[in-house]
């Protein structure tokens, strides 16, 4: 069973920062592409950052670029989103994808709540 479960989540304050995480469990994590998703009220799911498989390589959205970090630990399974100098437009749910390189096949999270407010 692919599971894939979101944490890090919460309230802060503009200018602040959290580090979201992803757990990966029911696959071999080194053959999937991870990336991190959020979906504003009234708003489609964007894209916000992906990583590589195995290289690492990394695409960030223009309005998160100097700001999110996207990395992956390929032991722990887990991947991880770094965010500073948050701003209200971050708030979102934020949601961990993952696709088989070859596959194509796609995972989901559940979602975890970003809520940037003074």
């Known amino acids: 069973q692919v599971q894939l479960v979101e944490s890090g989540g919460g309230l802060v304050q503009p200018g602040g920062s959290l580090r979201l995480s992803c757990a990966a469990s029911?696959?071999?994590?080194?053959?999937?592409?991870m990336s991190w998703y959020r979906q504003a009220p009234g708003k489609e799911r964007e894209l916000v950052a992906g990583?590589?498989?195995?290289?690492?390589?990394?695409n960030y959205a223009d309005n998160v670029k100097g700001r999110f970090t996207i990395s992956r630990d390929n032991a722990k399974k887990m991947v991880y989103l770094q965010m500073n100098s948050l701003v209200p437009e971050d708030t979102a749910v934020y949601y961990c994808?993952?696709?088989?390189?070859?596959?194509?096949?796609?995972?989901w999270g559940q979602g975890t709540q970003v809520t940037v407010s003074s």
């Open positions: 994808k993952s696709v088989n390189r070859w596959s194509g096949n796609a995972y």
């Open positions: 029911g696959f071999v994590f080194t053959t999937y592409v």
């Open positions: 990583i590589g498989s195995v290289v690492g390589s990394t």
